[in-house]
């Protein structure tokens, strides 16, 4: 992509009610525009990083075995008032008239719906395992919605759920859910710590709410420094083994890491030796749940045993804010010049930088580069326009793109390109077949790229240089 044809709206000042750093980056880098209180237009830049993450989730859910699908925004009224929650949920919920005067609501949540789905097609055991997810947008009518897309009223979430036979089995996609948020997580570079926590309206006794450490979390957090230390990393997990699914849950829950409405300072000081305590604060990226027959009860989700008996089937239910994401991983990932997106979901992978723009040696090189850029699968964005350099790095910083490729005749004299790391600031001049192969490595585990073939290495660079 050619900044030159792009929407890239930057803004220059800082956004006067913006309180926090992802809020401030998101609007000044042009990723998104608010349209009232608590909802957002996510312009190209932001809908680029969104893609990214809700790509993450779907990869991750798939690998586990859990199915996808997609439900409604707008859900019936009626079907809140055979579970309960109708009355109960209160005033976070958008109830909404249609033109019949029928009930209706903007989904805060799933578990009816999906409930219903499940009751109407499944009657046997014999179906049982079943996990269906979706990624759709909800809305919570939020009394503070604050601090950008991480605390909006319409936000983007995964949600899914688990159907299963017995206890046994749910605690088993409980946990299965559990070590592929570790995945998801780490995959968009964050450390997220599984804390225990309250299960609030969805219902439940085990709950687990993943948490990125940040000054600027709305969550108060108590936990061993020791799980900070904690990697899920390349792990090659059977995702239907209860046992490997097991110890990666005890291994990662078993340490004292809880929210405050879970957090108890007897149990903690008993725990954990002093200098291991910490007290600070976190951004709630996902949740998991084991609910039982909170919901297949009153709403007649049930199958029949091998037995010929009718019970009612265990569920779950699994979030994760797709959307709060793309704050959290700022939040997460920044410095005083801007953001620094992770590989896995950064919105182009390389930034190109044209130091004289209408040079023709130095368009021909950064045309070529983009070229090969493109060739191996990956997104290049070529600054061509007609700016300072100064300008254009300081855009390049603000945008975060994780690696930088500059371009000026003065290199190109000596056959060489500047490659720069945006998270480390180091600089290395290299020639443009080696730039381009050095991105090509680094992007390799992130992406199933094409593998770089001899003419497409050699192309044509030499007709520049
Ligand atoms: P919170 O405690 O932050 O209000 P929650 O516990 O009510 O969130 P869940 O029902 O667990 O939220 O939803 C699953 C995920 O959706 C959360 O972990 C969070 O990442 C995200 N999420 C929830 N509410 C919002 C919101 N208002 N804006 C953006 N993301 C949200
Ligand atoms: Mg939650």
Redesign the pocket.
């Known amino acids: 992509m050619r900044l030159s044809r792009y929407f890239l709206p930057v803004l220059k000042e800082t956004p006067a009610d913006a309180q926090i750093a992802s809020h401030r980056l998101m609007l000044r880098a042009g990723m998104i525009k608010q349209a009232s209180a608590?909802i957002y237009s996510w312009l190209p830049l932001g809908y680029k990083v969104l893609r990214n993450i809700e790509r993450i989730v779907h990869e991750e859910q798939e690998r586990a075995g859990h199915i996808a699908m997609l439900m409604p925004t707008l859900q019936s009224a009626d079907l809140w008032r055979e579970s309960g929650r109708y009355d109960d949920y209160g005033e976070e919920m958008l109830r909404i008239a249609d033109r019949q005067g029928r009930d209706m609501l903007y989904g805060?949540?799933n578990e009816e719906l999906i409930t219903d789905i499940f009751r109407s097609h499944v009657n046997s055991y014999k179906d049982l395992p079943l996990t269906l997810y979706h990624i759709q947008w909800?809305f919570?009518d939020?009394i503070r919605?604050r601090f950008g897309?991480?605390?909006?009223?319409?936000?983007?979430?995964?949600?899914g759920y688990n159907f299963d036979l017995t206890r046994e089995d749910a605690l088993h996609a409980y946990n299965r859910h559990l070590v592929s948020y570790l995945r998801t997580f780490e995959r968009m570079g964050l450390q997220a710590i599984p804390m225990r926590?309250e299960s609030?309206?969805?219902g439940g006794d085990d709950t687990h709410?993943?948490l990125v450490l940040a000054d600027t979390g709305?969550?108060e957090v108590f936990y061993d420094s020791e799980i900070t230390d904690l990697r899920f990393g390349e792990r090659d997990i059977d995702y239907d083994s209860h046992e490997q699914c097991q110890a990666v849950m005890e291994e990662f829950t078993s340490r004292y890491a809880r929210t405050d409405d879970t957090h108890e300072e007897a149990v903690f000081h008993e725990r954990v030796p002093e200098d291991r305590r910490r007290h600070g604060r976190g951004?709630?990226?996902?949740?998991i749940?084991y609910f039982g027959t909170k919901y297949s009860e009153p709403m007649g989700a049930t199958v029949q045993t091998r037995d010929g008996e009718t019970v009612p089937v265990h569920m779950g239910?699994h979030?994760?804010?797709?959307?709060?994401?793309a704050?959290?991983i700022i939040e997460a990932s920044h410095d005083d010049a801007g953001i620094i997106w992770p590989e896995g979901v950064t919105p182009f992978h390389v930034g190109i930088v044209n130091l004289k723009q209408g040079d023709s040696q130095t368009d021909g090189a950064c045309a070529a580069l983009h070229d090969a850029v493109e060739a191996l699968g990956l997104a290049p964005l070529y600054d061509d326009r007609d700016e300072r350099a100064g300008a254009k790095f300081a855009t390049m910083d603000l945008i975060g793109l994780p690696w930088r490729i500059t371009v000026g005749p003065r290199g190109l004299k000596n056959g060489v390109v500047e490659l720069t790391c945006r998270r480390t600031g180091k600089v290395e001049e290299m020639t443009p077949e080696q730039a381009v192969e050095r991105v090509s490595h680094i992007y390799a585990p992130h992406h199933h790229l094409r593998p770089m073939t001899e003419p497409m290495a050699k192309r044509s660079f030499h007709t520049w240089l």
């Not at 991480?150 to 949600?159: H, I, N, S």
């Not at 951004?283 to 949740?287: A, F, H, L, N, R």
């Not at 979030?319 to 994401?325: A, F, H, N, T, Y």
């Open positions: 608590g805060p949540t909800k919570r939020e919605p897309v991480m605390r909006g009223r319409e936000f983007y979430m995964k949600d926590a609030g309206p969805i709410e993943f709305e969550s951004i709630e990226v996902g949740q749940f239910s979030g994760i804010g797709v959307s709060r994401l704050g959290a």
